[in-house]
């Protein structure tokens, strides 16, 4: 055994997918003509496939403000904060998030992944028990695997399904952990978050929420999932990152309990990593107001999935979920997913190819994330293309 | 005590893998999950959550990278339905 057997299996797994003729590693976005558009292999494409939920990446007030913290605090931390110390806007990003959300404490980490990695990390230790929904994203299944607890699956937003697996764990549900997401990232369907808080609690268990896509589009004032459900106040840590409605690169966490504070210093994903850059944490941070201050880019972003929503499901399309910023289309051969990956692109429109494992439950999906910065002119072009795509439909036309 | 013992087990989780597309003529004790099924990360856990239904135990995921063979998970079902009772 060598350790170059594992580049056999990634070889795999890079042939399978150019056996599809669908290697996402092949997109290059050669430049950039608005948030929602790009030159792709050298044609205008429209972003159906980014988070950019809310539009914000060319925002002149967002990009002013990243400018402004490049000029005077420099291009990189050069460490973390732990060993080279903090940056006073990290300290006032912190200061930010734990005021919108009215409690008393929150941490930055470096990445959205590596804010569930460091929470995790930090919280978790062998003998210690989770339970997380089976559709979680990586960083939570990795983070619960590193740190060496017993972790066990419930049933896809199935509040029954978590109900009977914290009974089977008896005395040691007691304390032990749930966690959520607020918006899968892949079907694009949202948690039943009120019903799995109130099984966490009935049980004594911690209850933690992941609202990575659903911060800024979720809830009266955009924070999320947790606020449009009521349960602000019960949940005992939110994740974030700042790599989707916040335009930026980052993560963070807030919790109504005040000893979070103390991860900084046991999380491993927090010590040893170089803090955000100061133009990312100001992106992050001029974002966060616009979050605040701008409610009709939330308007404009669900009005966009609304209309895509119902144009795909006028064409017929099995939809992963209802209206949501992701809209998932269903196709159960991969082969015939990839095909129209490829049809999609050469029709100008750039969408996520996701093919199982990735895709749960054994479907390929063509991913489309919508943003407050589509127009409804290319809403109606994502809808001619998926048209357009369809099995069989140049047969249909050339007849 | 329980009536389960790891060969009336690995009689049962046979029930559960012959669904996948390699497990036709190809299910012993030995088998490996992965290797010989090709059995990837949600394949498994879905399989997981079903042997916990059936033997009303808790399997935890992290045993996983223990387990290699339809003996090892057998091995490990009896010992919680062990426990259990």
Redesign the interface.
């Known amino acids: 055994m060598s350790i170059t057997a594992r580049f056999n299996e990634m070889a795999q797994i890079r042939d399978g997918l150019r056996e599809l003729g669908a290697d996402p590693a092949r997109i290059v976005m050669e430049r950039f003509l608005s948030p929602t558009e790009a030159v792709i292999d050298g044609r205008p494409t429209i972003l159906a496939g980014t988070n950019n939920y809310l539009g914000l990446t060319f925002d002149p007030e967002i990009i002013e403000a990243a400018c402004k913290a490049m000029h005077e605090e420099g291009s990189g931390t050069t460490g973390s904060r732990m060993a080279n110390g903090s940056f006073s806007s990290h300290a006032a990003l912190e200061e930010a998030f734990a005021r919108f959300y009215d409690v008393p404490s929150a941490m930055l980490f470096s990445t959205g992944y590596q804010t569930n990695l460091g929470l995790l990390m930090a919280l978790l230790q062998p003998g210690d028990k989770v339970v997380l929904d089976s559709h979680s994203h990586a960083c939570i299944y990795d983070g619960c695997r590193i740190s060496g607890a017993d972790f066990f699956a419930f049933r896809h937003n199935d509040p029954d399904d978590l109900r009977k697996r914290l009974r089977r764990l008896g005395g040691a549900a007691e304390g032990s952990l749930v966690i959520a997401e607020g918006l899968y990232s892949m079907w694009g369907d949202t948690a039943p978050l009120a019903d799995l808080c109130a099984v966490a609690r009935e049980y004594g268990a911690w209850f933690m929420v992941d609202e990575a896509h659903s911060f800024g589009v979720y809830g009266e004032t955009g924070r999320g999932l947790c606020e449009e459900e009521g349960i602000l106040d019960q949940v005992d840590f939110i994740t974030g990152t700042f790599s989707k409605s916040l335009a930026s690169l980052g993560g963070f966490c807030v919790s109504r309990h005040p000893e979070l504070q103390l991860l900084r210093y046991g999380s491993r994903p927090y010590i040893f990593t170089a803090s955000s850059s100061p133009a990312s944490i100001a992106a992050a941070h001029a974002a966060l107001r616009a979050v605040r201050a701008r409610p009709e880019l939330k308007q404009s972003l669900w009005a966009n999935a609304r209309r895509l929503h119902a144009g795909l499901e006028g064409l017929g399309y099995r939809l992963a979920s209802g209206p949501s910023p992701v809209i998932a289309v269903q196709v159960p051969a991969h082969e015939e997913a990839a095909r129209m990956w490829n049809a999609l692109l050469a029709e100008g429109v750039y969408v996520n190819l996701v093919v199982p494992p990735a895709a749960p439950e054994g479907a390929s999906l063509l991913r489309c994330s919508l943003s407050a910065a589509h127009s409804f002119e290319q809403i109606d072009r994502i809808v001619a293309a998926f048209d357009a795509v369809r099995a069989g439909a140049a047969t249909a036309a050339a007849r | 005590m329980s009536t389960e013992t790891p060969e009336t087990i690995i009689e049962t989780l046979y029930g559960f893998l012959e669904r996948f597309p390699k497990a036709a003529g190809n299910l012993g004790p030995d088998t490996k999950l992965a290797d010989d099924l090709s059995l990837?990360?949600?394949?498994l856990?879905?399989l997981?959550?079903e042997i916990?239904?059936h033997y009303?135990?808790?399997?935890?995921?992290?045993?996983m990278g223990d387990i290699t063979t339809i003996r090892d998970l057998a091995a490990k079902i009896a010992q919680l339905v062990e426990d259990r009772a």
């Open positions: 990837d990360s949600v394949n856990m879905e997981l959550v916990e239904d009303d135990i808790g399997l935890p995921l992290n045993m």
